[in-house]
């Protein structure tokens, strides 16, 4: 069913340090995973995505695993930094179903 | 990527009006979705806009209420009819593009943020 957050937790972080965030999605039919990010006052902004068939994929300092077995996604941030601040959301889709976001996860990055 | 516009980006309405949101997008696009994305939560879809058709609309959202338009491959609107103060929200567009011309992933707009009154 749909995942609407009613509190968004927190994860704090130092700068330079890693962060690790989580994700538990819903449907294991699911196919195909995406990670936005969401600083205040903006709209989502894609950060990266994989498919079923891959258990990591990597980017520009991000990382995404993903573990079919218990429903698990994550994100990983390298040398976190004060701008990756926000709100970072899951997004799960099976075929051509609608995309359904997580919950969301607010980062906070302090010096 | 694409660049996805909204206007207006933000607005305080008096009940019982209507507002209409605009999205552009700088390519045609097949797939359109409008979102709400209430303070401090999730996003819901509301409605997906395919060029030619009518939108689907989601369980909770009605045609009624959020009429929505998609003239051309490049724009829609969505409307917010008869608003209340529940209404009160970020409304966001999304278009589904080739990621890195890999995979099809959705985009979204800035977002338009409504207060009613």
């Known amino acids: 069913g749909e995942s609407v957050g009613l509190h968004l937790p927190t994860l704090s972080v130092q700068e330079g340090d890693n962060s690790i965030i989580n994700c538990a999605y819903s449907?294991?039919?699911?196919?195909?995973f995406i990670w936005y990010k969401q600083e205040s006052g903006k709209g989502p902004q894609f950060i990266i995505d994989?498919?079923?068939?891959?258990d990591k994929r990597q980017g520009q300092r991000v990382t995404v695993l993903l573990n079919k077995t218990v429903k698990h996604l994550s994100l990983q941030i390298a040398a976190t930094q004060p701008g990756d601040s926000a709100v970072y959301f899951c997004?799960?889709?099976?075929?051509?179903?609608?995309?359904?976001f997580g919950t969301g996860t607010r980062l906070q990055v302090f010096p | 990527s694409a660049v996805i516009s909204q206007k207006p980006s933000r607005d305080i309405c008096q009940r019982g009006t209507s507002l209409t949101i605009q999205c552009q997008v700088d390519?045609?696009?097949?797939?359109m979705f409008w979102y709400r994305q209430q303070p401090g939560q999730s996003l819901t879809l509301i409605a997906t806009?395919?060029?030619?058709?009518?939108?689907?609309?989601e369980s909770g959202f009605v045609i009624d209420k959020f009429p929505i338009s998609r003239p051309n491959l490049t724009f829609s609107t969505l409307t917010v009819s008869n608003m209340s103060p529940e209404d009160s929200s970020i409304y966001l567009c999304?278009?589904?593009?080739?990621?890195?011309?890999?995979?099809?992933?959705?985009?979204f707009g800035p977002g338009t943020r409504l207060l009613v009154l």
């Open positions: 997004a799960e889709k099976s075929g051509t179903d609608k995309l359904i």
């Open positions: 806009a395919n060029q030619g058709s009518e939108a689907t609309y």
């Open positions: 449907n294991s039919a699911s196919d195909y």
């Open positions: 999304s278009v589904e593009l080739y990621s890195s011309g890999i995979w099809e992933t959705q985009y």
């Open positions: 994989i498919r079923s068939n891959m």
């Open positions: 390519s045609q696009v097949t797939m």
